[in-house]
């Protein structure tokens, strides 16, 4: 059974920094992209960032590009997102996903950022 399983969410200030997790379970990961997407309060969900199957090739949207990275550590089967220079806009549930054969979500981790 496959799980995906976020952590790391929180409040932060504007400015600030937050490390997502995304523990996965029940899958290879060099069978799939993985990637991070967000949902703020009344819009859609969208994809930030992603990796390739090998793990290289990070992909980023232009308004993330140069303050997130995304990682992942196949010992641990975790899927990393560092977030720096955080905005009020970034606000949003954080959600880890997986795409191959199949795809999977997680449950999603909410992001607050605000002073």
């Known amino acids: 059974q496959v799980h995906l399983v976020e952590s790391g969410g929180g409040l932060v200030q504007p400015g600030g920094s937050l490390r997502l997790s995304c523990a996965v379970s029940?899958?290879?990961?060099?069978?799939?992209?993985l990637g991070w997407h967000r949902q703020a309060p009344g819009k859609h969900r969208e994809l930030i960032a992603s990796?390739?199957?090998?793990?290289?090739?990070?992909y980023y949207r232009d308004f993330v590009q140069g303050r997130f990275t995304i990682s992942r550590d196949d010992a641990s089967k975790t899927v990393y997102l560092q977030m720096n220079n955080l905005k009020p806009e970034d606000t949003a549930v954080y959600y880890c996903?997986?795409?191959?054969?199949?795809?999977?979500w997680g449950q999603g981790t909410q992001v607050t950022v605000a002073s």
């Open positions: 990796l390739s199957k090998s793990g290289k090739s990070p």
């Open positions: 996903k997986a795409t191959g054969s199949s795809e999977y």
């Open positions: 029940g899958l290879t990961l060099n069978d799939y992209i």
